[in-house]
């Protein structure tokens, strides 16, 4: 039986995503958040902004059917049922207002980088927001020290994952129709992305 887990990262940090959720999400709409892992994130902006309706997904079994489960619990009726999204698969055939995501790029392949912002493209309205959450590195260079461990950490797990470079990920999204609207730094040396679907 799968049991509901608990990120504490995922804890710290969903106040400050969402205080850039509020000033670039639409007032109402649909938000498909990729990754949504133990739930937290969507149960806290669903909370927080009742008028939108959150699209949670997670490709993983044993976190998506505890999430199932947590959802239930707590009777948003702005909240669906989890979908079994897997980025580097085919995406559903949806029409979202917003697509988040939080700290995904980074345990992963590049190749989701392509992914992602191909699928997100594919799924948002026009004008429609995608927000990318995590650390990232500017014109090749680590923003800290920390940052730097963390990637050579990451590395020796996975030689395939590594902190992305904030300029490559957005040449891909223009590649994909996707124009970057803002860059702003958020704490522990992470950074909110917010492109707009252009075309």
């Not at 999204?85 to 995501?101: C, E, G, I, K, Y």
Request: net charge negative; glycine share 6%.
């Amino acid at each position: 039986m799968f049991e509901a887990k608990f990120s504490p990262a995922a804890e710290r940090n969903k106040e400050v995503i969402l205080s850039v959720l509020r000033d670039v999400l639409p007032r109402s709409g649909d938000v498909l958040e990729i990754a949504s892992g133990t739930g937290q994130h969507v149960l806290h902006f669903a909370q927080a902004l009742p008028d939108l309706h959150w699209l949670p997904s997670e490709p993983d079994e044993s976190y998506r059917i505890p999430l199932q489960t947590i959802i239930e619990q707590a009777a948003l009726n702005n909240v669906s049922a989890p979908l079994d999204l897997d980025v580097l698969d085919l995406w559903p055939d949806l029409s979202v207002n917003a697509v988040v995501v939080a700290n995904m790029l980074h345990i992963s392949a590049f190749t989701t980088v392509h992914c992602l912002l191909a699928g997100a493209a594919s799924v948002l309205v026009p004008d429609g927001v995608l927000h990318i959450y995590g650390p990232f590195k500017v014109a090749g260079e680590f923003t800290s020290d920390s940052n730097q461990g963390f990637d050579e950490s990451l590395r020796a797990r996975n030689e395939l994952w590594g902190i992305r470079d904030l300029e490559e990920v957005t040449l891909v999204a223009i590649e994909q129709g996707l124009q970057c609207i803002s860059i702003k730094p958020m704490p522990a040396n992470n950074f909110s992305l917010v492109y707009k679907r252009t075309s």
